[in-house]
């Protein structure tokens, strides 16, 4: 049997596959140098405006609204609900950002366990969390595999709260043919560098809803007025009508978000190709050691992420396949299990699912620029470390 690299054996690769690369040409170096050179370069710029009319289309809502970043973006979402207090439920697994949107408003962030196979937010556990005190759900389409939003919704307008969707992870996701971040009161988007368009650093809100939108508008931008008069013309004054907060996402930087999102069907198209490629390769090891991503029938995924689960010593998987060339990531550690929520009352055994997932999945590389030579390389290199 060959012996595997982590003992000392020939790696199935030399050069390391990434998890992920941004998928940029010679448009983002040229719209920042353009950028640069027409000296507006803060926010609410040409750019940026033109990225939220392109989303607003994309999306078919009426409002997009650009921040810094996506933890900026659920931050905001929760200030123009006008929450307070109470809590806000959020799916034990999932990035910080997800529930440092509650804390960050003076709420308490309630956790809620996922379902075993998406390691999305479990419908019947939310039913059970929901008391007199609760505010908010926020769902996360985790790896872009959108979440049982009919279901949520219903709860929601049964109880009167409010949903906002961590759709951090899913642009171009699509539930039941409705694009993800579409399908509760806010949708909020990251831009970061591992995301499926990305410039370096970014975010935006997206809303129906005109009150929240010119809320946001106003609180993103340090309470003030600014946009309700043309700043272009530089006259007259603007107000400081509300609190509000900088979450403003340079030109610079929309410039950059403006082109890939340019390339927004060109990525998801490249991701569903290279997924279903994967996947159809992987099913062929006929592997029980190996689960691969379940995809529900109501869900189109953007596979932002390609997590697979492995039944056996996950950390011992993921290190073996780092050693065989190929990035493998341990995902999220459950909320619970964090030093911050321990401030909270969690502790180990309480979100039994989220900690099955912890302790099973890995995540594998996936983005549009994989080649066929790299993919059978994982491939391999799942045979050779699962066997
Ligand atoms: C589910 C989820 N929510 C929120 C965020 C925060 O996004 P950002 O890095 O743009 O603040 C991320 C980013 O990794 C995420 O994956």
Redesign the pocket.
Known sequence: MEKLAIDGGEPIIKQKIPMVVPYFDEKEIDSVVETIKSTWISSNGKKGKELEEKMCKYLGVNHTILVN??????HLALMILGIKSGNVLVPDY?????GLAPILVNASPKLVDVEYDTANIEVNQIERSIDSNTKCIIP???AGHPCEMDSINRIANENEIFVVE?A??ALGSEYKGRKAGTLSDIG?F???A??NITCG???AIVTNDDKLAEKAVIMRDKGTNKAAFNIHQNTGFYDYVSEGHNFMLSEILAAVALEQFKKIDKITELRRKNADYMVKELKKLNNPKIILPTVKNYANTNWHLFPIKFKGDVNWFSKAMNAEGITANIHYVPLHLTTLYKKYGYKEGDFPNAERVFNSMVRLPMHPGLTKEDMDNIVKAVEKVAR
Not at 69 to 74: E, G, K
Not at 94 to 98: C, E, P
């Open positions: 970043n996506c933890t900026s973006a659920l999932t990035f910080t950002s997800t996360v389409h985790y961590d951090a992870q909020c990251s831009f970061h591992v995301k650093e970014g975010g």
